[in-house]
């Protein structure tokens, strides 16, 4: 019953909120121009990086939980590398979000308050119940960080945020493998997300 509950909540709580909403991939009809000087970031790449922030310091805390609680040592191993990969990643949206922010404002980047209640669900569980649950979250979180990655490498005109996304993009689907293997063993199977690459 309790596992029940849980995936019952898991799945409200990975279709709400824009930090999780998946990002959408059709081409954009009217596709964004660089800033000019002195205009600074535009809009949309705020909203990206805001996004991208939020959404790795949720998976970053739960890759902690679960390489302190998973019963797997795979899962152990993964969820260090996962949270080691958004730890960095985190870094520099925050250098990013400061520079397109202007001066004076504090911009937060802290984790939605939805993943607040997904940790105190996935805390009450444990051995292969908390590994299929945590892994179920970690794919999930993982679709939508690669979809939001991807559209952002797509879309965006700055170049040097093209890039990061490009490398980060590279890194979030090799957690993603990773984490759809493991979840064959626990019955789960996920899609691959996104478009074929085409940089």
Same mark, same amino acid.
């Given at each position: 019953? /309790? ?17 999780? *909403?998946? !990002?959408?991939?059709? &081409?954009? &009809?009217?596709?964004?121009?660089? *800033?000019? &000087? ?24 739960? !890759? ?5 609680? *998973? ?39 802290? !984790?939605?308050? *939805? ?5 105190? !669900? ?15 979250? +970690?794919? +999930? ?38 984490? /759809? ?16 690459? +085409?940089?």
């Amino acid at each position: 019953m /309790r596992e029940r509950s849980l995936a019952i909540f898991m799945a409200g709580v990975l279709a709400s909120g824009p930090a999780l *909403a998946q !990002a959408n991939l059709r &081409p954009d &009809p009217t596709p964004r121009v660089p *800033a000019q &000087p002195g205009q600074g970031l535009p809009q949309e790449d705020q909203a990206f990086l805001r996004r991208a922030a939020r959404l790795g310091s949720a998976v970053a805390e739960a !890759a902690r939980l679960g390489a302190e609680k *998973a019963s797997d040592p795979e899962l152990k191993r993964i969820g260090q590398e996962v949270r080691e990969t958004q730890l960095r990643l985190q870094q520099t949206l925050e250098q990013r979000i400061q520079q397109a922010t202007r001066p004076g404002a504090h911009p937060t980047s802290q !984790a939605p308050a *939805a993943w607040e209640k997904a940790a105190a !669900a996935l805390k009450e569980q444990s051995g292969a119940t908390f590994d299929r649950a945590w892994l179920q979250w +970690q794919v +999930q979180a993982h679709t939508n960080l690669t979809e939001l990655y991807q559209a952002e490498a797509s879309d965006t005109p700055d170049n040097d945020l093209a890039k990061f996304a490009i490398i980060a993009l590279a890194e979030i689907r090799k957690h993603f493998d990773e984490l /759809r293997q493991a979840g064959t063993r626990y019955g789960l199977s996920a899609d691959v997300p996104g478009q074929p690459w +085409q940089y």
